[in-house]
């Protein structure tokens, strides 16, 4: 008997560390479990082979769209379209193979490429995810059956000029989006059925496209956003205004915010440049640095350590996160998005389909391989770009290029 509750408890053990490497291992959002591009992953390549990692399956009928994808276990969701509408997509991640679809609205036609935006979000059995004009649908995960929708236009929100990109924010009963407007600029919605538990009538910004970042700032639950005119920081609880600073936004301002403890980094391009505030124990706010080291245009930053890495108009950066010193700028390689994983950088330039890894260090670029994408979109707008930032989950770096979905192999022989 003693020996069976032995096993028992072991078998028991063993479950439990399954499901724990699983769920940490989910990239459950827009930039993965906690908005920063940063994965978790171990046991990956460190140096590519001649030609890249290899490809383990492409998906060809994605439709028009900038979404990433979101990965729960073995399936990926993201956003396209079909059929003259916008979709959510559901894929088998291992194989690429189609399990459902689920309409949320019509197809946001756009000079820079038609289609959502958005990455949508997993919570539960449910996915949250906002269509190019602004309807945010509630979808089930089995088989994409609509729960609710909500649009941003009945929040008060008027569709930014290059669609709403916001990728919106699941925390605990409140799906957290920013219609903006006079009515107030973010708003929370009750996850289960939609309705609105609040709304910020004392900030009423117009929407850009950064997505919101949650974070606890001298104890409170605080959700941080970034605006063409505003840093903000808003009460998880009631939607209060804690704090806010100026910001000096140009045409468009994307990048999602960076938080560390009491510190706020955030970048935008168009020559704006980088900015981080400390938000003192009164909530009153202090510029540690402002300057222009950084001026990311929609790529994103990534903090490793105490150093920030991205694209920064032009070539890419380190800068010192304390200091906003920078400590190295390489410009052989194009303008694009980036991940995270493993002590390296994935690095996709936009313009060519060229993807490189290289070491996340301030002691200078050392990159260790790079392949191009192929073949890539032929329904692509001829002023869009690969847009779509890089994703490391499962031992697989997922790309995108509108209707093709790619996933390659980038584990270390031996691993699984």
Same mark, same amino acid.
């Given at each position: 008997m003693p020996?069976?509750?032995?096993?028992?408890f072991f078998?028991?053990?063993?479950?439990?560390?399954?499901?724990l @490497?699983t769920?940490?291992?989910?990239?459950?959002?827009?930039?993965?479990?906690?908005?920063?591009?940063?994965?978790?992953?171990?046991?990956?390549?460190?140096?590519w082979p001649?030609?890249?990692?290899?490809?383990?399956?492409?998906f060809?009928?994605? !439709?028009?769209?900038?979404?990433?994808?979101?990965?729960v276990?073995?399936?990926? #969701?993201?956003?396209?379209t079909?059929?003259?509408?916008?979709?959510v997509?559901?894929?088998?991640a291992?194989? !690429?193979?189609?399990?459902?679809?689920?309409?949320?609205?019509?197809?946001? /036609?756009?000079? %820079?490429?038609?289609?959502? $935006?958005?990455?949508?979000?997993v919570?539960? !059995?449910?996915?949250? &995810?906002m269509?190019g004009?602004?309807?945010?649908?509630?979808?089930?995960?089995?088989?994409?059956?609509?729960? *609710? /929708?909500?649009?941003?236009?009945?929040?008060?929100?008027?569709?930014?000029?290059?669609?709403?990109?916001?990728?919106?924010?699941?925390?605990?009963? $409140?799906?957290?989006?920013? =219609?903006?407007?006079?009515?107030?600029?973010?708003?929370?919605?009750?996850?289960?059925?939609?309705?609105l538990? %609040?709304q910020?009538?004392?900030f009423?910004?117009?929407a850009?496209?950064?997505?919101?970042?949650?974070a606890?700032?001298?104890?409170?639950?605080? #959700?941080?956003?970034?605006t063409?005119?505003?840093?903000?920081? +808003?009460?998880a609880k009631?939607?209060?205004? +804690? *704090?806010k600073?100026?910001?000096?936004?140009?045409?468009?301002? +994307? =990048? @999602? =915010? +960076?938080? $560390?403890?009491?510190?706020? #980094?955030?970048?935008?391009?168009?020559?704006?440049?980088?900015k981080?505030i400390?938000?003192?124990s009164?909530?009153?706010?202090? @510029?540690?640095?402002?300057?222009?080291?950084?001026?990311?245009?929609?790529g !994103?930053?990534?903090l490793?350590?105490?150093?920030?890495?991205?694209?920064?108009?032009?070539?890419?950066?380190? /800068?010192?996160?304390k200091?906003?010193?920078?400590? *190295?700028?390489?410009?052989?390689?194009?303008?694009?998005?980036?991940?995270?994983?493993?002590g390296m950088?994935?690095?996709?330039?936009?313009?060519?389909?060229k993807? &490189?890894?290289?070491?996340?260090s =301030?002691?200078? *670029?050392?990159?260790?391989? /790079?392949?191009?994408?192929?073949?890539q979109?032929?329904?692509?707008?001829?002023?869009?770009?690969? %847009?779509v930032?890089?994703v490391i989950?499962?031992?697989?770096?997922?790309?995108r290029?509108q209707?093709?979905i790619?996933?390659?192999?980038? $584990?270390?022989?031996?691993?699984?």
């Open positions: 020996r069976m509750k032995s096993t028992r078998l028991t053990l063993l479950l439990l560390s399954s499901l @490497t769920s940490g291992a989910d990239w459950l959002q827009w930039r993965g479990p906690n908005r920063d591009d940063v994965s978790s992953e171990k046991g990956l390549l460190k140096s001649e030609g890249g990692p290899t490809r383990v399956w492409i060809t009928n994605a !439709g028009s769209s900038y979404s990433g994808p979101a990965i276990g073995n399936k990926l #969701y993201t956003l396209g079909r059929d003259g509408a916008e979709i997509l559901a894929l088998d291992n194989t !690429g193979k189609e399990l459902w679809t689920a309409s949320i609205g019509d197809v946001l /036609q756009n000079d %820079w490429g038609n289609g959502p $935006r958005a990455t949508p979000t919570d539960g !059995g449910h996915i949250f &995810a269509s004009k602004g309807n945010l649908a509630c979808v089930n995960v089995a088989d994409g059956k609509v729960v *609710w /929708q909500k649009t941003m236009a009945s929040l008060g929100g008027k569709t930014p000029g290059w669609g709403y990109c916001e990728s919106v924010l699941v925390d605990g009963d $409140r799906v957290v989006c920013t =219609p903006g407007g006079a009515k107030g600029a973010i708003a929370a919605l009750n996850r289960k059925t939609g309705e538990m %609040w910020t009538a004392e009423t910004d117009g850009h496209y950064a997505s919101i970042v949650p606890k700032i001298n104890g409170t639950d605080t #959700y941080v956003q970034l063409a005119q505003s840093i903000v920081g +808003i009460a009631d939607g209060k205004v +804690i *704090w600073e100026a910001f000096p936004g140009k045409v468009a301002v +994307i =990048p @999602t =915010p +960076i938080v $560390r403890d009491n510190i706020v #980094y955030v970048t935008a391009g168009y020559g704006v440049g980088c981080q400390k938000i003192k009164d909530n009153t706010v202090e @510029t540690v640095f402002e300057n222009k080291v950084i001026k990311n245009h929609h !994103g930053v990534i490793v350590g105490d150093h920030l890495y991205g694209h920064a108009e032009p070539g890419w950066t380190c /800068q010192d996160f200091t906003g010193a920078e400590v *190295w700028n390489h410009r052989g390689f194009g303008k694009g998005a980036v991940g995270y994983a493993d950088l994935y690095c996709l330039e936009e313009g060519s389909g993807v &490189a890894l290289a070491e996340a =301030p002691a200078g *670029w050392k990159g260790h391989g /790079q392949f191009t994408l192929n073949p979109s032929q329904i692509r707008n001829r002023q869009g770009r690969i %847009w930032h890089p989950c499962n031992g697989k770096l997922y790309l290029d209707d093709l790619y996933c390659y192999d980038v $584990r270390e022989k031996g691993k699984s």
